[in-house]
């Protein structure tokens, strides 16, 4: 399939249409009433900015099985286009403290439905067994499948403001790992931390870039309801990032990234919108994407760009 693509860099659609003669779009679940937890351990970890319910509780309230999920959104994805196929994207809590047996079973029930060509796995560097590697590693030999870790910022100073884990050297350890199995590596990156501004934030692409990854997902710290972030925020309203700050980030990060790494994401939104206390951005996620399209355009500028000139 001929690329229609004509973005700066590398969006997850062009990379799609380069493996296959067919749409491919996200399908996003909530496995939590699917798992057990593992010793007694909370599946929510120690995030303070993370929903209870999982990045995607929301995409599905309230959640049925993962069969019944994925079912119903290929169904719904498919009444716009027919060919369509999926990547099952599963929480992070799914891969945190589940036992291994138990993911075993989720992991192949989901590939074994009709329309599934991969799983996107969310997982925290401490949790990233070499168990759970071999099994990821069977399933790449057959399927798409991408590991989406962190390490949210390289700097763990700010980091232990929001987050009481993901070291940034459990990180690199977990990701050398994880190289060489065929699994498709997303790293995800927090922008607009406290204390952090464009050296911080380019500081920590040029570590992450460093590693063995073949993607990348980015969005700002969001202030949602109902997590413990929201608790601190009401206490001290801390100052979060501006969009025209975050549109000038994004555009150094993709200038600073290796032309070949695959951009998951460039901006993101909770669902249902309304549970976002702040920063409440007058732009929506599509019209940030615009904005950052539009921002390359007038700096005649691309991913990989900074790395050619040095």
Request: charged share 25%; glycine share 8%.
């Amino acid at each position: 399939m001929e690329s229609k693509e004509t973005k700066r860099y590398r969006t997850l659609r062009s990379f799609f249409e380069e493996r296959y003669p067919f749409p491919i779009r996200t399908v996003f679940v909530d496995a939590g009433a699917s798992l057990p937890k593992r010793g007694g351990q909370s599946q929510a970890g120690s995030c303070l900015y993370c929903y209870s319910r999982g990045t995607s509780g929301a995409h599905q309230d309230p959640p049925g099985t993962v069969v019944e999920q994925v079912n119903q959104g290929i169904a719904r994805l498919r009444r716009h286009q027919p060919s369509v196929c999926g990547i099952v994207s599963l929480p992070p809590a799914s891969g945190a403290n589940a036992p291994l047996d138990a993911l075993k079973r989720l992991y192949g029930e989901t590939l074994e439905m009709e329309g599934v060509v991969g799983v996107a796995v969310g997982m925290r560097p401490e949790c990233l067994t070499e168990e759970s590697l071999r099994l990821l590693e069977g399933m790449a030999k057959t399927h798409e499948v991408w590991l989406e870790m962190g390490p949210q910022t390289v700097h763990d100073e700010q980091r232990a403001a929001v987050d009481q884990s993901h070291i940034s050297e459990a990180w690199a350890e977990a990701v050398e790992r994880a190289a060489g199995r065929g699994i498709h590596q997303v790293a995800h990156l927090i922008l607009g931390l406290p204390g952090e501004g464009m050296p911080e934030t380019l500081k920590t692409v040029e570590a992450v870039a460093s590693h063995p990854i073949n993607g990348v997902m980015l969005h700002h710290l969001m202030v949602v309801n109902e997590t413990e972030l929201s608790d601190l925020w009401r206490r001290r309203h801390f100052t979060l990032i501006a969009a025209e700050v975050y549109i000038d980030l994004v555009v150094a990060i993709l200038e600073h990234l290796p032309p070949e790494v695959v951009m998951h994401r460039l901006v993101s939104q909770p669902h249902p919108w309304e549970r976002l206390l702040a920063p409440r951005w007058r732009q929506s996620a599509e019209e940030m994407l615009v904005a950052i399209d539009a921002e390359m355009v007038r700096r005649d500028t691309r991913q990989g760009a900074r790395l050619s000139r040095r």
